[in-house]
């Protein structure tokens, strides 16, 4: 079981440009999270997408959008980057079962510098 | 809205002593969920140990144990017999019973030391 996977590790980009994340949950998995961690602070929710659909989603503007394909894999995309926008970016795959605590397995992140 | 606060940004501990990190949250729910990650330098996100909330009894998983105070709404980690592989940072999370989102903390930095 390869758990989560996300590509790519390290990303360089400039303001303006536009990127696209990509994650695949652990075997099994049907729910995928992207979350967004800067540097010294804890992960904040970015939004959640389950069924191909963006189910919940925190407080980022529009410019943050994702998208999950049939095999539950799931890209987030980033338009206009901003200075700010530089951040460790997490996936966290997990298994719906009706509410009931159900863990989230994380990938290890890609890191994104916007200069 | 609910938030998370780890008030220790650094914490220090001998190998194989005891070290207790701190958390508080704020909620109106009832049903929730708690957790503390651990986040080593490679980054990746390691479930620790999970309390829910109706359950009264504290989780205990090897070393690690949790202090979970209901109506003080605070969660706290003990890791005992420290070691070499725990130093990390920590994160504590909260997560409403009816949701997947995460709210996290700031974390809590442990070195620990030979």
């Known amino acids: 079981d390869a758990g989560v996977t996300q590509s790519p590790t390290h990303l360089i980009k400039t303001r303006g440009q536009q990127v696209t994340l990509r994650c695949s949950p652990k075997s099994g998995h049907d729910t995928v999270s992207w979350y967004q961690q800067a540097l010294g602070q804890g992960p904040q929710f970015i939004f959640q997408y389950y069924e191909e659909e963006e189910r919940q989603r925190g407080n980022f503007p529009d410019r943050f959008s994702g998208h999950q394909f049939p095999n539950y894999s799931s890209e987030l995309n980033v338009n206009a980057l901003l200075l700010g926008d530089s951040a460790l970016y997490l996936c966290?795959?997990?298994?719906?079962?009706?509410?009931?605590?159900?863990?989230?397995?994380f990938g290890p992140g890609t890191r994104l510098t916007v200069l | 809205a609910q938030t998370v606060t780890q008030s220790q940004p650094e914490m220090s501990v001998q190998e194989a002593e005891t070290v207790t990190l701190s958390c508080t949250y704020d909620t109106s729910e009832s049903d929730y969920y708690l957790f503390w990650y651990k986040q080593p330098p490679s980054r990746q996100m390691i479930l620790v140990i999970r309390?829910?909330?109706?359950?009264?009894q504290n989780a205990t998983e090897n070393r690690f144990s949790v202090n979970f105070q209901k109506a003080a709404k605070s969660f706290s980690l003990k890791i005992s017999d420290s070691q070499l592989g725990d130093a990390a940072m920590y994160f504590c999370a909260y997560r409403y019973y009816n949701t997947d989102k995460l709210i996290f903390g700031t974390g809590t930095r442990l070195q620990v030391f030979p």
């Open positions: 309390q829910e909330a109706y359950k009264q």
């Open positions: 966290a795959s997990s298994m719906q079962r009706g509410g009931h605590l159900v863990e989230q397995f």
